[in-house]
């Protein structure tokens, strides 16, 4: 067999696509692509500064078309990836939960678990840092990986069979 560069570039590109089934993020995948690319310039006979001045090209062009354009139609609808933390989840409501290992009060936003404490200024719970699992409470914000939160507002006749009992 000749181990010419084309062939060596497409061995590349095969290799990348077969890393891109264990990440999903499809980066890998626009890289092999953009080493079979490079692989028919190779065949065109062009010389090693060159296809990796195409491979560098093709990777600036794909990598980002793959993850900005292509990559959303894969995604679930409604989840913004890499956006916790970043506002989105605030003034959404939240139930409370404990963690089984530890006993920890707090909430699940993006299937992650995070901790909480009640806003310095919210009611009379403020600071607080246990709530009963099933507590409705509105996210503020996050203090590093603390969530912030607020009680949730109880309509006024869950509040008046609240009060009677």
């Known amino acids: 067999m000749d181990w010419n560069p084309a062939v060596i570039w497409l061995i590349i590109a095969l290799l990348l696509g077969l890393a891109e089934l264990s990440t999903g993020g499809l980066v890998l995948l626009a890289l092999a692509v953009a080493a079979a690319l490079t692989a028919t310039l190779a065949g065109l006979g062009l010389s090693l500064p060159w296809q990796l001045l195409g491979m560098g090209v093709f990777s600036g062009v794909l990598v980002p078309l793959a993850v900005w354009k292509i990559r959303p ?18 003034g959404r409501t939240y139930t409370t939960l404990k963690r089984d290992f530890d006993g920890a009060s707090g909430i699940k936003i993006n299937g992650d678990f995070y901790r909480l404490r009640v806003a310095a200024d919210a009611d009379e719970k403020s600071g ?3 709530l009963p699992p099933g507590t409705r409470v509105v996210f503020l914000a996050f203090d590093g990986t603390t969530a912030i939160v607020r009680l949730a507002q109880t309509a006024p006749s869950q509040r008046a069979t609240q009060d009677t009992e």
């Open 73 to 90: 139609w894969f995604s679930p609808r409604g989840v913004a990836y890499g956006t916790t933390g970043t506002g989105v989840e605030k």
């Open 128 to 130: 607080e840092t246990e």
